[in-house]
Nanobody
Framework: QVQLVESGGGSVQAGGSLKLACVAS????????TAWFRQAPGKEREFVAG????????FYADSVKGRFTASRDNAKSTVYLQMNNLKPEDTALYYC????????????????????WGQGTQVTVSS
């Protein structure tokens, strides 16, 4: 059974950077789509960034495009999210997730398709 463990969250001031990591145990990332979602208090969990199993294409929410970069190291079964120029509205609990399929611009954003989730890592950005 796959387990996902996120790390790298913390508290930063606006304009700062953080790099999140997510290590998958019990599952190779090859042929899996991976994504980062986030959830702020009182809000729905939303898609942030994803890497498709098909050609490794990357997709981003409009709110983070140009500031966040998703990457993965299949040999280490690790997924990363580099977050630059952080804003207070980026404050949330960040989750990584794995899915079989979810290879298109639409499907990769659908949280219902993800079969494994981490416990989340908190990111807090102060103004």
């Amino acid at each position: 059974q796959v387990q996902l463990v996120e790390s790298g969250g913390g508290s930063v001031q606006a304009g700062g950077s953080l790099k999140l990591a997510c290590v998958a145990s019990g599952r190779n990332l090859i042929n899996m789509s991976t994504a980062w979602f986030r959830q702020a208090p009182g809000k729905e969990r939303e898609f942030v960034a994803g890497i498709s199993s098909l050609r490794g294409s990357t997709f981003y929410a409009d709110s983070v495009k140009g500031r966040f970069t998703a990457s993965r190291d299949n040999a280490k079964s690790t997924v990363y999210l580099q977050m630059n120029n952080l804003k207070p509205e980026d404050t949330a609990l960040y989750y990584c997730a794995l899915a079989v399929g979810a290879t298109t611009n639409i499907s990769i954003r659908d949280k219902r398709l993800y079969r494994a989730w981490g416990q989340g890592t908190q990111v807090t950005v102060s103004s």
